[in-house]
């Protein structure tokens, strides 16, 4: 077991970042951005999301943060997944030992959300997930630790790429471990890998890079969207407005608020699509909304 370790109180702070239109994204059109969120039937907003662009170095930065442990110390901890994956990020301007470099961010992470006190010196009990992805030039890189997802949209087809990290997935790899024995005590959907969780035991990745074609585009997610919509509705979603970010996302929200569910999650969706040097090829991606 790890011992916690005393440290500053922070402060709320948003770091999302809205991109109304394309006109404001960089490096000539070559990636398009939307992100968004509701609050569903919650009290608050815990769920976080951040995008980060540099033009000159072909980098783009996406992750979205589910926060956990309450209203406050839900939202702090997602705010300050995102803030740190996007400032840890920031400076790349080489692949080489990305992945290691991602995996030794999202401890470092960890720790910190770990060791949160509040204005009184008290720990927070608290936790996020996090899900990121990373661009530079033609080449992507995601990282997940949690129950979010990130989806690759290609060919008109939907892939997750990462798996959730709760009990269901715990059992499955347990299966053939005959020291192990499952409880029905514990609910399916329990995290058993969190940002906040004081060691990260499970942490999904990509080893090599995913070799990026023209109109590839990444969807991260809170679980807020997939306990309601399908990989099937997702998929349909994105083929229908695939010619807009801006609809895509706008049109996975307006799903999922009018799901007519009694309890409905804080929802939040990040996607980056990216088109490389061919801006001819999504003069429409301009916004309509």
């Not at 442990?69 to 995102?82: D, F, P």
């Not at 798996?163 to 790899?173: F, P, S, T």
């Not at 991260?220 to 229908?240: N, R, Y």
């Amino acid at each position: 077991m790890r011992y916690r370790k005393k440290q500053a109180s922070h402060e709320l702070e948003s770091v999302t970042i809205a991109l109304p239109n394309n006109e404001e994204i960089g490096f000539d059109q070559s990636i398009a951005i939307g992100n968004g969120s509701i609050i569903g039937t919650r009290e608050s907003q815990q769920d976080s999301a951040g995008v980060f662009l540099d033009p000159d170095r072909e980098l783009a930065i996406g992750v979205v943060c589910d926060g956990m442990g309450g209203m406050e110390s839900g939202e702090l901890a997602s705010n300050l997944g995102v803030q740190r994956f996007c400032e840890g990020l920031a400076e790349l301007d080489s692949e080489e030992g990305l992945p290691e470099k991602m995996i030794k961010l999202v401890n470092s992470i960890d720790e910190e959300v770990f060791d949160l006190i509040d204005e009184k010196g008290q720990y927070i009990a608290s936790g996020t997930t996090l899900v990121g992805v990373v661009i530079l030039k033609n080449k992507a890189y995601w990282i997940s630790v949690g129950d979010s997802r990130i989806f690759l949209f290609r060919d008109g087809k939907l892939e997750a790429l990462n798996v959730e990290h709760n009990y269901r997935y715990l059992v499955d790899i347990k299966k053939e471990d005959t020291s192990f024995q499952s409880s029905s005590q514990i609910r399916d959907d329990a995290l058993i890998s969190y940002m906040g969780k004081g060691g990260l035991e499970y942490i999904d990745y990509n080893q090599f890079p995913c070799e990026l074609k023209c109109e590839d585009c990444f969807l991260l997610v809170s679980d807020g969207i997939t306990k309601t919509l399908s990989e099937d509705m997702l998929q349909e979603i994105l083929c229908l407005n695939q010619y807009s970010v801006e609809r895509m996302k706008e049109r996975i929200l307006e799903s999922v608020s009018n799901s007519g569910k009694t309890y409905q999650d804080n929802a939040t969706v990040v996607i980056l699509k990216y088109y490389g040097n061919k801006e001819e090829e999504h003069n429409d991606e301009i916004s309509e909304m």
